[in-house]
């Protein structure tokens, strides 16, 4: 009985190919092309508003295929997409500021297989249609930003301490502290050891002189914040934009991986993105002569500003409220048509709003427009990037009465403008600047198309290996070719269950994975042959055949394996996707050769006690 | 059916020198194109600007190429992509076109001259990250050759792991001829199918040296070459049967796959067909002079097991 599985070995077999068809089965179903709208505001839809938009939809005659509103969330699924993109756009002017109104496709997996947790893979950007960002944070401005803040602390701090200074300035990677006298040094250096722990001290040759550089410790703790608050905060902005399914994760130290599927905008995604824009509000510096700055004298207090004509202006240094003050912003018109975002301030903002425009009724007040802007030079025959912080005033308006919680803002180019900057203040500020350094959009007919291809690619070429196998093989190539379709079902249960993401590469993977797996096979089915050639009884042949190539099977898979877990560990992005499926493929085809296919061969020869020729 | 039903072991290792100059020959003309002629980078390595788009009837490609001179842009590329409907724009990397807003710009300009342009799709690669690509690529590349070696090595013996890896880089030095002797576009896809036949292609060797591992055992009164070339022989129809299994998937792709996989299966089915000749012809022979006997391969087994008989 050679050639006999213990039961536990069949039955294992077949659970394996049952709990592989189930989790297989979701990828069969489709995806409705869907609307989905959810709130902005941390309180949730109520049932009354998805009635309202449920009507709605109905109302512009488009037919529903199903509605649905759950965790304060509306899903509408309908029937193609210019459904879907005519409902997105109806919804967008109805809904407004309160709720985003996203594209989405939605998968109609029937709930008994959700329930256990089965569902489709999920399709990559190449494949459903999208937009790939990568973006680079700016660690050097983050860092240069901390810089400036240590520089302002510690004038603060010498201030508030009666510690007398000459000068404190950044030079050549220092903060250069110089006193107005040497012995206020043991004094300075007391209050540098109880408040600024994070900054290495130099002490240099003249006496009255203290240098100060960040440690390494705590630059690399601001590298890190600067990440995850521009991860928060982007995470903040794809809300506002709207997109279902946003993917954005950290990738190595310094990079942000956005993934926006059915995104087709990408300039105003692009814009979203990238920008730094923020406000601050300043008090108009009425008493000095602007001229005087303009040629380099400018006042102790003041900073020199210029408005949209380029006309010189003077501001307080002192700022009264900042971006991150802003709890809300919203755009719209003002009384006289003119585009205006409408601010509310949180508590700390507002008190001193009310107090400072309760002082100064009748003072002109300023809107100040912060933002980076990237500019390619050529130095040296090479190209530098220089980000320059560009601070523009956008208004000047005159007290008129207090206010403290809510106002409004105008002075900006247009609709659109307003629109983009409520949504920046809505979401906050990038604490660094980045770069997109890499984009990839694929239209949704190239998406469409690709996976016809991929599709196509795998049939295909299984139905020609099938076709020769049988040939060739006969009976025991039938049993590889179904130990082979096992295979592959194996491979998307895995993939289904990791909730990988499939891309076009990956589906390349899956076909590969079918060529290489026949290899298996083909040792097998050779070495039965050849026991029978060297005068083996068929039964012993099968048992040995098995045996000998399994060694084999087990070395060759290795080698190929060892290939697919470098690729997964340097690849980046669509290689990691086919590297995944190489190796699980490779995995999922060790079980299917020898299992699978042994225990077809043993239920169709094995039971027989005297076997006399096999069909090989 | 069976094709393969040879008598008689083919002499391999006679024809060693016939078969070492080839590759040799191959290998020198191979090099020779990749340093006449280098690689043809695609974007992903060389950084830049790719759009695709479609119409819906014959593009006029004069009047894209009219669209990329208006905005200044002073090197691009305007062709046919697939069919006469699509059009590809390639733009290099330049300090003028580092910008991230360019792609968006062009695409509206396109659509003001002809309203049925369709986006097929977007890439923009900044310099940084292709450099990157670059240093991964080859780390990944030595990573897998030293891998690979050492399993060879603890599985079997040195000189087999030398003989194969010999073997494979020989084949991947030969898709790169052939990429930049044809000025084939090197892409990812295309690494990646590069660093999966170094896998692949291994495994050739690996059946070939377990079987002369077995005949050691088996034909205790052959010489070496004798065995070398049973090994060979009796593989052979399983090496060429399970290549030619691989190489329908491969063409599957190739036919049906679109242009995103042409280049990729291209550089798989270069990789299979010399895969099949180097792991015989060439990792054979080098086994061979490096003088390979039975007893490096029985004092191996010899010592596992005492190893495994330890208590």
Redesign the interface.
């Known amino acids: 009985m050679q050639n006999h599985f213990p039961l536990w070995k069949n039955s294992l077999v077949l659970i394996v190919f049952m709990i592989a068809l189930i989790y297989a089965l979701p990828n069969l179903y489709g995806e409705d092309p869907s609307v989905q709208v959810s709130s902005t505001r941390t309180e949730k839809m109520v049932q009354e508003k998805a009635i309202e938009i449920d009507s709605a939809i109905k109302a512009a005659g488009v037919a529903v295929k199903a509605f649905e509103f759950k965790d304060g969330r509306v899903l509408a699924r309908l029937s193609n997409t210019d459904d879907q993109l005519k409902v997105a756009d109806l919804l967008r002017d109805k809904m407004g500021n309160d709720y985003t109104v996203a594209l989405n496709l939605a998968p109609t997996t029937p709930a008994w297989l959700q329930a256990i947790g089965a569902d489709a893979m999920y399709l990559g950007l ?1 494949l459903r249609g999208g937009v790939h960002f ?1 973006l ?1 944070v700016d660690m050097d401005a983050a860092v240069k930003q901390a810089e400036e803040r240590y520089n302002d602390d510690i004038r603060l701090a010498l201030r508030n301490e009666k510690i007398r200074y000459q000068s404190v300035a950044k030079d050549s990677g220092y903060i250069k502290v110089k006193l107005k006298a040497a012995e206020d040094k043991p004094a300075f250096l007391s209050l540098l050891g109880k408040d600024f722990r994070a900054l290495d001290v130099t002490e240099p040759p003249a006496q009255d002189e203290v240098w100060l550089k960040i440690t390494e410790h705590e630059e690399k703790e601001i590298k890190k914040f600067a990440v995850a608050q521009n991860m928060t905060t982007l995470r903040n902005r794809v809300n506002e934009l709207g997109v279902a399914e946003p993917v954005i994760q950290q990738q190595g130290e310094n990079r942000i991986v956005v993934q926006l599927p059915g995104v ?1 905008d ?2 105003r995604a ?1 814009e979203i993105l ?1 920008t730094t824009a923020t406000l601050e509000y300043r008090l108009v510096d009425v008493e000095h002569d602007v001229q005087k700055a303009v040629d380099g004298h400018p006042p102790v207090g003041s900073r020199l500003y210029y408005d949209k004509e380029g006309q010189p202006i003077l501001l307080n240094r002192q700022i009264i409220v900042t971006g991150d003050q802003i709890v809300d912003a919203s755009s719209g018109m003002d009384q006289d048509g003119r585009a205006a975002v409408f601010i509310s301030l949180n508590g700390v903002g507002a008190a001193k709003m009310g107090k400072l425009t309760q002082a100064n009724i009748g003072k002109p007040m300023a809107v100040v427009f912060i933002e980076y802007k990237v500019e ?3 130095v040296n025959g090479e ?1 530098v ?1 220089h980000k320059e912080k560009v601070e523009k005033v956008i208004s000047v308006a005159t007290i008129q009465g207090v206010f403290s919680k809510r106002f409004q803002t105008t002075g900006l180019d247009s609709p659109q403008e307003a629109r983009n900057l409520s949504l920046l203040l809505r979401a906050g500020a990038l604490v660094a600047p980045v ?9 949704p ?2 998406g469409q ?2 996976i016809g ?2 599709i ?3 049939v ?3 139905i ?2 099938a076709f ?2 049988i ?2 093989y ?1 009976l025991f190539g039938l049993f590889s070719i179904i130990a082979l379709g096992i295979n592959v079902l194996l491979l998307v249960a895995v993939l289904s269950l990791l909730q990988a993401t499939l891309t ?2 990956g589906m ?1 993977g899956i ?2 994975t ?3 797996a ?2 298996a096979n ?2 097998i089915n ?1 070495r039965i ?2 026991e029978l050639r060297l005068g083996m009884t068929p039964g012993a042949a099968i048992y040995t055949g098995y045996e000998r190539a399994f ?2 099977i087990v ?13 997964f ?4 992005g ?2 990691r996707g ?2 995944l499926v ?1 190796c699980i493929g490779i995995l999922t085809s060790m079980f299917s050769a020898v299992m699978v296919s042994r225990a077809l061969v043993n239920f169709a020869y094995g039971r027989q006690r005297k076997l006399d020729k096999l069909a090989i | 059916m069976e094709l393969f039903k040879i008598k008689h072991d083919i002499p391999f290792m006679r024809y060693g020198r016939i078969t070492t100059t080839i590759s040799l020959l191959t290998f020198i003309l191979a090099i020779l194109a990749l340093s006449l002629k280098g690689l043809n980078f695609g974007l992903d390595f060389t950084g830049g600007i790719q759009i695709e788009v479609g119409y819906n009837q014959p593009a006029n490609i004069e009047a894209v190429r009219k669209v990329l001179e208006d905005q200044k842009i002073s090197e691009f590329s305007v062709q046919n992509f697939g069919s006469v409907k699509e059009v590809l724009i390639r733009v290099p990397m330049k300090p003028e076109t580092n910008d991230i807003q360019l792609s968006g710009v062009i695409l509206a300009k396109l659509k003001e001259q002809d309203a049925g342009v369709v986006l097929r799709s977007v890439e923009f690669v900044g310099p940084q990250v292709g450099q990157e690509l670059f240093e991964s690529g080859g780390l990944a590349l030595l990573l897998v050759a030293a891998g690979i070696m050492s399993y060879l090595a603890i599985r079997f013996e040195w000189r087999f792991a030398l003989a194969g890896i010999i073997a494979n880089m020989h084949d991947i030095v030969i898709i790169l001829g052939m990429f930049a002797f044809f000025q084939w576009e090197f892409t990812l896809s295309v690494l990646a199918g590069v660093l999966a036949i170094l896998g692949y292609s291994v495994n050739e060797s690996v059946v070939v040296f377990d079987r002369i591992r077995e005949n050691f055992h088996k034909m205790r009164k052959a010489s070496i070459p004798e065995m070398i070339d049973n090994a060979i022989t009796t593989t052979m129809s399983r090496t060429v049967i399970t290549h030619f299994m691989t190489q329908m998937m491969v063409l599957a792709m190739f036919f049906f796959g679109g242009e995103a996989l042409h280049n990729f299966a291209l550089a798989l089915t270069i990789g299979i067909v010399f895969g099949i000749y180097s792991s015989v012809l060439v990792a054979s022979p080098i086994v061979l002079w490096l003088g390979v006997s039975r007893k490096d391969l029985m004092s191996v087994k010899k010592e596992s097991a005492e190893i495994d008989n330890l208590p």
């Open positions: 190449d990568l680079e087709q990408t300039t692009k990238g390619t030079r050529m190209k990037r770069d997109i350094v890499e984009e990839r959009t694929v239209g007919s190239l198309e690709n291809k991929g196509n690619s795998n295909y070429g299984f020609a290996v020769f196998m040939i060739y006969r076009l590469p390349a076909a590969l079918v060529g290489m026949i290899d083909v040792l050779e042959r050849e060694a084999t070395d060759s898979n290795t080698t190929t394996l060892i290939a697919g877990i470098a690729l560990t340097l690849g980046s669509p290689i086919f590297a190489l």
